[in-house]
């Protein structure tokens, strides 16, 4: 059976192997679709083949034929399997040859791991934990001086995986045998008065679209809904929160960005990670409308 041609479109839906059959993934194929017809299409990653050819870069199908680059890409991969040397390579390649990725390749990597994204926080001044990591394999050796009491998260996880709090440097050292070795982790000062809750801020293109409170219901420390956690959409109620929600998602260059912000004591905010692959609730559409905005807005 002959393959169907690669579609011609200005604007891709790339979509990670991981991510296709994701709710938000369905829904943004669905919404896409609608808004801008045939100038739109669903594009997976493993679909694209990678070349120089005659000196300047190209694209290809796995028939081997020629594919040009959309003018803009709205970019979904999995953050916890994201390759630097498979999905970044191929938005550095769509890049070079003039697509607008929504996210770009940087900015992704750079939230890929959450340590990296601390350093560029705070080199930019924002607000961020104390942290520890480490170089070495072995995690306890890095326990000299961590917060006590401490969040301990490996620097890949999402959903709010594995992640646990530790009372001291002596609990940690007791499970060190059960940290993955593959990953190093992160000893992050706990900001006690946000257990079980946290403010999640997603950005569009320089803006907060969507603001909920997150609440855990099961006297867990992560308020992550997927681990059971509940919304409450809260728009304009913390205003200087929305705002370093905008700034930490430009300082990590994302366009589309879920900034998880902690409650600290005194009434401030601090940056607790930046999400690449942010995802919502099937309510939230204003997120959606955003998206398709600042796709139009760069197809004119």
């Known amino acids: 059976m002959a393959q169907e041609p690669f579609p011609e479109a200005e604007l891709w839906l790339l979509l990670g192997r991981a991510v296709q059959d994701s709710p938000v993934a369905k829904r943004l194929g669905r919404d896409f679709?609608?808004?801008?017809?045939?100038?739109?299409?669903?594009?997976?990653?493993?679909?694209?083949?990678?070349?120089?050819?005659?000196?300047?870069?190209?694209?290809?199908?796995?028939?081997?034929?020629?594919?040009?680059?959309?003018?803009?890409?709205?970019?979904?991969?999995?953050?916890?399997?994201?390759?630097?040397?498979?999905?970044?390579?191929?938005?550095?390649?769509?890049q070079a040859m003039g697509t607008e990725l929504i996210n770009p390749p940087d900015a992704v990597l750079t939230c890929v791991n959450k340590f990296w994204q601390l350093q560029r926080l705070a080199e930019a001044g924002l607000p961020v934990p104390d942290t520890r990591t480490y170089t070495d394999t072995r995690p306890d050796r890095a326990l000299v001086g961590i917060p006590e009491p401490c969040v301990v998260k490996a620097v890949r996880g999402s959903g709010g995986h594995q992640v646990f709090l530790a009372r001291d440097a002596a609990m940690v050292a007791d499970v060190q045998g059960c940290l993955r070795p593959d990953v190093p982790f992160l000893f992050q000062r706990y900001v006690e008065h946000s257990h079980g809750r946290d403010l999640r801020v997603i950005v569009v293109d320089g803006r907060p679209v969507a603001v909920g409170l997150r609440t855990a219901s099961n006297g867990l420390m992560q308020s992550n809904v997927s681990l059971g956690g509940t919304v409450e959409p809260c728009p304009g109620r913390y205003p200087v929160a929305e705002q370093l929600a905008v700034r930490a998602a430009e300082e990590v260059g994302l366009v589309l960005a879920g900034v998880d912000l902690l409650f600290e004591e005194d009434g401030t905010f601090t940056v607790c990670e930046v999400n690449a692959n942010v995802r919502w609730g099937a309510r939230v559409t204003q997120v959606t409308e955003a998206l398709i905005a600042a796709c139009a807005e760069r197809l004119t």
């Not at 050819?53 to 680059?69: A, I, Q």
């Open 33 to 94: 679709a609608e808004a801008f017809g045939s100038r739109f299409a669903v594009v997976s990653t493993d679909s694209l083949l990678l070349g120089v050819t005659g000196g300047k870069l190209s694209l290809y199908d796995l028939t081997g034929r020629p594919v040009t680059p959309p003018r803009v890409a709205v970019v979904r991969l999995a953050m916890t399997s994201l390759s630097s040397d498979r999905e970044i390579t191929l938005l550095r390649q769509l």
